[in-house]
């Protein structure tokens, strides 16, 4: 017949392990395990697969945010609970005599002893130094309670640095975003500027084109004109000579000659005055090299309260 020790034990011993449960989930069948023991069985499967009860073979399906979501095992954490509870009533026995519960403290070898060990090891120690555990206990609880104050203080000094540390990067985060602004800013004012020498270049450009296109255009006509009149000078004499009467040519002779010493006066002097002459433009770049040294958009210093900042050339 199981004894109640027994079964106690198998209430709050997993049946995959073999061990006191740690964190026991149930299944849909209400069989219970280490979640610990799911996770290491269930490791290769994903949310929603169906899978069986290592005992029962029941099938259930896994959650969908995972193993771990199962329901926690309310009765098998209770018989853990009062399984603990049962172990710190009751009394704690020797190291060294199994069969004594110890009694004494030595506060020389600062360890629990029975009266046994009392009386074979520890007899010769001042007896100032051997004292009832309940004695040595409210002295050491008190001791333990002292350390667990500070213990406490320091959670909440380092839990204030953690919060500070968030507010302090929340704030150079937000920093660094304003200078990213201003770093844009300064640049859109530098681009407006380029922007607009190049427009007042590209304006002289267009205006030295203008001329140009003038010019080219007035020299153009003056041509086209000197072309037509020599051209009809040209048809009229050659016409003449081919076909004329010898009375034709003597009676027009003088005049034929005055007309083409006057077309090539004309033409020397229109030619001379009306040659096109392209404006003389030339481009020197701004010095690449002296704009970068200018910093024209600012630079950004990076240090700390004990660092001196490593300057950030930004151009």
Known sequence: MATAASVSTDLTTCSICNDTYDNPKSLPCLHAFCLKC???????KSPGDEEFCPVCGEEFRIPAEGIK?????????????NERQRNQLRGSHCDEHKEKEVELYCCECEKNICMK????????????LIRLIPEVADNFRFR????????????????ERSSQTTRDASEFLSKVEGMKRKVLAAGDVIKRSVDSQINDIFTKLQSATSESDKQAESAQE????????????????RELLDKGRPSDITDAAYEL????????CKLNSDVTADKYRPP???????????????????????GTDEQPGIPYVLH
């Open 69 to 81: 979501c199962l329901k926690h095992h309310i009765i098998v954490q209770q018989l853990l609970d």
């Open 222 to 237: 003056a041509y086209q004109l000197a072309i037509e009149s020599m051209e009809s000078f040209h048809t009229y004499s």
């Open 117 to 128: 060990c009392y009386a074979v090891k520890h007899r010769k120690h001042n007896s100032g």
């Open 280 to 302: 003389h433009v030339t481009f020197t770049p701004a010095d690449v090299t002296q704009v970068k040294r200018l910093r024209l958009v600012g630079q950004v210093t990076v």
């Open 144 to 159: 333990i309670d002292n350390d667990n104050q500070q213990v406490l203080s320091g959670i909440n000094m380092v839990r």
């Open 38 to 44: 799911l996770q290491h069985i269930y490791r290769d």
């Open 257 to 264: 000659h005055d007309r083409a010493t006057k077309l090539l």
